[in-house]
Nanobody
């Protein structure tokens, strides 16, 4: 019913930038929290960032603080992840997710809807 579609991934050199987008459809998003997660080969899915319903609260994993910025456009139901100063360790499939309520929005189990993922590869 709710669909999330990521785009914007690619293959870049270390130090480059990418902007990921996540477009939501199938319902009107009111006070949902949106999160970004990533999964590298052989590793568990890892929290990256979240943003609350009106964009006044954001939170980041320590490893991306100062380099990544999460934002959203309420009217278009679109969430972005601006990634600057990319490092090889950022290489992963990146997923966006949505939850109407989450007491711990850095935890993947709080999210009901997930996108299909977009690949980000960073070479040294």
């Amino acid at each position: 019913q709710v669909q999330l579609v990521e785009s914007g991934g690619g293959s870049v050199q270390a130090g480059a930038s990418l902007r990921l987008s996540c477009a939501a459809s199938g319902r009107t998003f009111s006070r949902n929290t949106m999160g970004w997660f990533r999964q590298a080969p052989g590793k568990d899915r890892e929290f990256v960032a979240y943003i609350n319903w009106n964009g006044d609260i954001t939170y980041y994993e320590d490893s991306v603080k100062g380099r990544f910025t999460i934002s959203r456009t309420i009217g278009e139901n679109t969430v972005y992840l601006q990634m600057d100063s990319l490092k090889p360790e950022d290489t992963a499939v990146y997923y966006c997710a949505s939850t109407l309520y989450g007491g711990s929005p850095q935890k993947s189990y709080e999210y009901q809807y997930w996108g299909q993922g977009t690949q980000v590869t960073v070479s040294s």
